[in-house]
């Protein structure tokens, strides 16, 4: 293959927030300064018994065991089955990995798919699915409606719930419908749950529930991260879960390539596992948030659709979304257009509520005037 072709087939599409620039440094010229509403990023402080496990962590001379530590895979094992129901997980069905966005940009390369491989997505999604798709030499499909494959199922598909942007959460019946028909084809079924403490009006459920896997997890995988329920985006701490073939799979891969979660990360990802205290806590925070931010949209003329989870609220003025990003970064406020996620939010903006309470509050007083 020459190199031009190459080239071709691994070629990324834009990276969105490089469109944003102009109206973040309009939103930063607001006399009391920018409310930056349109990256998830925490704000709040690092849980202090996770800090704690860091520091006294922090010795760690050795090279790290790919698979990771058993006691930080078994604290990922008790809390899915102590928090969201999930049971039957070994150790060998559990990885930690460094963020769950490297992991999804690297899955499908990493589970050997490629060329003549379709990598399904929702129509509304975070852009990494797509990244990884065609950084494999996949084909990528945005696509909600599975009759829509006919007798072409993709090799992989992504489900997301709570969903990134929309806050949407899958109803039980839809996930295991999905379930079935992935088993049916053969299609891999990785399920992105970073979202799922993160609920407020809905009761989202892991793939790897006994009522939505019916008991076995071949076929499907989940994905979760830390960053949002402990407010540990810094400390890139996640893990993947589910088939423990595929689990291996991905082992394999990342052996040769040392892709390791540091020991002292293990440690404070596995005391972040094992408190439910402070994710009660940070779940008050962000309602509270949310409940402000949400009650001065709709007095603005905003529509706020689905959001029943997540950090978003899910917004719209029914225009383009460029034009309501313009309108509020006016008002010092800078969200994400719907655009970003893929043609069906080109009418909607994601406003998210990470930003402190006095930011929050100055956003308030804005979206008032």
Request: overall charge negative; glycine content about 8%.
């Amino acid at each position: 293959m020459a190199t031009a072709d190459r080239r071709v087939s691994t070629r990324l599409p834009d990276f969105p927030w490089d469109h944003l620039l102009e109206h973040g440094e309009r939103a930063r010229s607001h006399p009391d300064g920018i409310v930056d509403l349109s990256i998830g990023t925490p704000v709040d402080p690092t849980p202090e018994v996770v800090q704690a496990a860091l520091r006294a962590a922090a010795d760690s001379p050795g090279y790290p065991l790919t698979i990771g530590r058993a006691e930080t895979r078994q604290a990922c094992i008790d809390w899915l089955e102590r928090r969201h129901g999930v049971t039957g997980l070994t150790l060998g069905a559990v990885l930690p990995v460094i963020g769950s966005k490297e992991l999804i940009a690297s899955m499908p390369g990493h589970l050997g798919l490629g060329a003549g491989d379709v990598v399904a997505y929702p129509e509304l999604a975070y852009p990494t699915y797509e990244v990884g798709a065609v950084l494999a030499g996949c084909t990528p499909v945005a696509q909600d409606s599975l009759t829509a494959f006919g007798p072409e199922a993709p090799a992989l598909l992504w489900l997301n719930s709570p969903s990134n942007p929309t806050g949407r959460v899958l109803p039980p019946e839809h996930l295991k419908k999905v379930v079935d028909w992935c088993r049916e084809r053969g299609t891999i079924l990785v399920s992105d749950e970073c979202y799922l403490e993160c609920a407020w009006d809905a009761t989202p459920m892991s793939v790897l529930h006994p009522d939505i896997s019916g008991g076995s997890h071949d076929g499907i995988l989940a994905v979760h991260s830390l960053s949002k329920r402990s407010n540990l985006a810094g400390y890139r701490c996640a893990f993947v879960a589910g088939d423990a073939g595929l689990v291996g799979e991905l082992l394999a891969v990342r052996k040769n390539l040392g892709l390791q979660m540091p020991g002292p990360q293990q440690v404070a990802m596995q005391a972040a596992l094992e408190d439910d205290a402070h994710v009660v806590e940070q779940h008050a925070r962000y309602a509270a948030r949310r409940a402000k931010l949400r009650e001065a949209l709709e007095t603005a003329g905003f529509r706020v659709d689905h959001s029943e989870a997540s950090l978003y609220l899910w917004s719209t003025r029914d225009e383009d979304c460029w034009e309501t990003v313009s309108w509020l970064a006016d008002r010092g406020i800078l969200v994400a257009p719907g655009a970003f996620y893929g043609a069906a939010g080109k009418q909607h903006v994601r406003v998210a509520f990470t930003a402190t309470d006095e930011r929050v509050d100055a956003a308030v007083v804005r979206l008032a005037r």
